[in-house]
């Protein structure tokens, strides 16, 4: 995240314990021991690594969690490693319904790079506890088969191993499941050793589905090594209606800007129910819990004004995006959904904006009723009643007259005109 956000992110002193910080942020879904991770997390000190695979250019909604959490390990004392799947990317983490399709080794690497500078963004890597990122392809690139079977496999057993959730579901399908992605645990596994023998690593994060591959790392290192290590499972983020978070139609929210712009982040946050504000509000900003229940008092007495809604838009895109892009597509929904300036929004928020609007192609001198007649009004008549009523503009400038066309300087940027019908119906012209 940008600098200014950096410095902007502290824990909350009103806690007793950053456990208690965590468990209040729903933040722990399962654990290992509960009452001794609870301490070692109040000693200060303790090493921690979460890890991404790189299954996707980008990481998405699910991962900033995670990150995040190591972020606020980091702001209680604590270490974090960022781990970057090299090798485990090279594998894949089975899924419960079908085998993934194997990437290239040129391709994994280059989403390691990319994956590698997003985690990067949100962690400090200077003074003390300073995080370190890993890439777990340099400790097995090198590693024999038969010194990976030797050493690490003979610590697993069979039968625990198809317990695992995705391997059982494999198993009793169609598809079934190969020894490739069989053995992902283990290899995922042999991280948490790894890192625990070069770096005293003593607790793994990850979401509630990874369980089993974190506990297996747990046992691992307990085998191996004869520790007792910890690993902590955050729940899996889903809306009050039991539907999945940062899922619409099968499509992710994504980090990366040029896969899921700003504008669109931004939007996704604002159109939070009230249902799930507050615990949105709880697990992806750092907002004190006397902020927090100042906006959950709001919301219970002004509903309307949707201010815990702006705040947690606002937040976490000025996180992903910075402050100015979390200002820019707050002041385009602004204009865009009320009377604002649409001449102020940069030709990029702009054009984000209205990437999901209705839209036609216009050119200087073409009849406002025409564009509405093809976007967002049944017929010409139907549109040149509503610019007698009194309900259509251009760039929010009112039309009066019924024959208005538009003009050269109402397409923004040289590129678009934002068409409004009512208060909320919109449309866009783009210049043909």
């Not at 900033?64 to 799947?85: E, K, S, Y």
């Not at 319904?97 to 194997?102: C, G, I, P, Q, S």
């Not at 900003?285 to 949707?306: Q, S, W």
């Not at 940069?346 to 200087?364: F, I, N, R, S």
Request: proline content about 3%; some cysteine; overall charge negative.
């Amino acid at each position: 995240m940008p600098k200014t956000a950096l410095d902007r992110q502290h824990n909350d002193a009103s806690f007793p314990s950053l456990w208690d910080e965590l468990r209040w942020r729903g933040l722990v879904h399962v654990s290992t021991d509960e009452a001794a991770l609870a301490e070692a997390l109040a000693g200060g000190g303790l090493t921690a690594y979460c890890g991404f695979d790189p299954t996707a250019p980008s990481l998405h909604l699910g991962n900033l969690l995670q990150i995040l959490l190591l972020r606020r390990l980091q702001l209680a004392g604590h270490r974090p490693v960022g781990l970057v799947g090299g090798s485990t990317g090279l594998i894949g983490d089975p899924r419960p319904t079908a085998e993934r399709v194997l990437q290239s080794k040129e391709q994994v690497a280059e989403r390691v790079r990319l994956i590698r500078e997003q985690v990067e963004r949100y962690l400090d890597f200077d003074g003390d506890g300073a995080a370190e990122m890993v890439d777990n392809l340099d400790w097995t690139s090198g590693l024999s088969a038969i010194d990976f079977l030797r050493d690490v496999g003979k610590h697993f057993r069979v039968g625990t191993m198809l317990k695992k959730d995705a391997v059982s579901a494999r198993l009793n399908s169609d598809a079934g499941i190969s020894y490739t992605e069989f053995s992902y645990q283990i290899l995922q596994a042999y991280d948490f050793l790894q890192l625990f023998r070069t770096r005293g690593c003593t607790l793994q994060t990850g979401g509630s589905d990874q369980w089993g591959n974190l506990t297996a790392g747990v046992d691992l290192v307990h085998r191996a090594e004869g520790a007792a290590v910890h690993a902590l499972g955050t729940p899996l983020i889903t809306n009050s209606d039991g539907t999945k978070f940062g899922k619409s139609e099968g499509n992710a929210v994504w980090l990366d800007p040029m896969l899921t712009t700003p504008y669109a982040f931004f939007q996704f946050w604002l159109n939070t129910t009230d249902d799930d504000v507050l615990d949105r509000l709880k697990a992806f900003t750092f907002l004190t819990r006397d902020e927090l229940e100042r906006l959950e008092g709001a919301r219970v007495e002004r509903p309307g004004a949707r201010e815990a809604q702006r705040r947690l838009a606002w937040e976490v895109t000025a996180l992903v995006h910075g402050d100015a892009a979390a200002d820019g597509a707050r002041d385009a929904s602004a204009a865009l959904f009320g009377t604002g300036d649409l001449t102020c929004i940069d030709e990029g928020t702009l054009l984000a904006a209205v990437a999901e609007l209705p839209g036609t192609e216009a050119a200087p001198g073409d009849r406002v009723d025409l564009l509405l007649s093809r976007t967002v009004a049944k017929s010409v008549g139907e549109a040149r009643r509503a610019i007698a009523q009194g309900g259509v503009s251009v760039n929010n400038r009112r039309i009066e007259d019924q024959d208005a066309v538009l003009a050269e300087e109402d397409l923004l940027h040289g590129r678009v005109a934002v068409l409004r019908r009512g208060k909320r119906t919109l449309a866009a012209a783009h210049r043909r």
